[in-house]
């Protein structure tokens, strides 16, 4: 098992279907990457790959990342500093638990798609969908 076969073709439409989906909800511009291996602390390698990916140039600072390290079963949800100084302190947390139900149970195809979706759905009362709105960062799933 690698990243990029963690999730099957179909498992990986669905889960770019759930972003597209949730951006429907709101100006948000959410990713998911995807990598074997996370050799720091959580959180820290994710603020790199959020940095690496230049989720950090969108107009409102509104960038999401999903960052998947699945050999050290590892997960976190970070948000651009646009949202963070908008949303409580435990935005995130609810999110985080129903994943980590969902990937107790080997669902991790649902845990992370209901995840987006229901990041989408928070993030509409911080960060509405604009009828203007422009998609600045990809929807598909990077790797490394």
């Given at each position: 098992m690698t990243a990029r076969s963690f999730f099957s073709k179909e498992e990986q439409?669905?889960?770019?279907?759930?972003?597209k989906?949730?951006?429907?909800?709101?100006?948000?511009?959410?990713?998911?990457?995807?990598?074997?291996?996370?050799k720091t602390e959580v959180l820290?390698?994710?603020?790199?790959?959020?940095y690496e990916?230049?989720?950090?140039?969108?107009?409102?600072?509104?960038?999401?990342?999903?960052?998947?390290?699945?050999?050290?079963r590892k997960f976190?949800?970070?948000?651009?500093?646009?949202?963070?100084?908008?949303v409580e302190h435990n935005f995130w947390n609810d999110i985080k638990d129903e994943m980590t139900s969902r990937f107790k149970n080997k669902q991790f195809?649902?845990?992370?798609t209901n995840g987006i979706l229901k990041c989408g759905e928070k993030l509409k009362k911080y960060f509405p969908y604009q009828d203007d709105d422009v998609n600045e960062l990809s929807d598909e799933i990077s790797f490394q």
């Amino acid at each position: 098992m690698t990243a990029r076969s963690f999730f099957s073709k179909e498992e990986q439409q669905k889960i770019v279907a759930a972003i597209k989906k949730a951006e429907l909800n709101t100006s948000g511009e959410i990713r998911v990457h995807i990598e074997n291996h996370c050799k720091t602390e959580v959180l820290e390698r994710a603020a790199e790959m959020f940095y690496e990916l230049k989720m950090n140039r969108t107009a409102a600072r509104n960038g999401i990342l999903f960052y998947l390290a699945v050999k050290n079963r590892k997960f976190a949800i970070i948000g651009d500093e646009g949202i963070n100084k908008n949303v409580e302190h435990n935005f995130w947390n609810d999110i985080k638990d129903e994943m980590t139900s969902r990937f107790k149970n080997k669902q991790f195809t649902e845990g992370l798609t209901n995840g987006i979706l229901k990041c989408g759905e928070k993030l509409k009362k911080y960060f509405p969908y604009q009828d203007d709105d422009v998609n600045e960062l990809s929807d598909e799933i990077s790797f490394q």
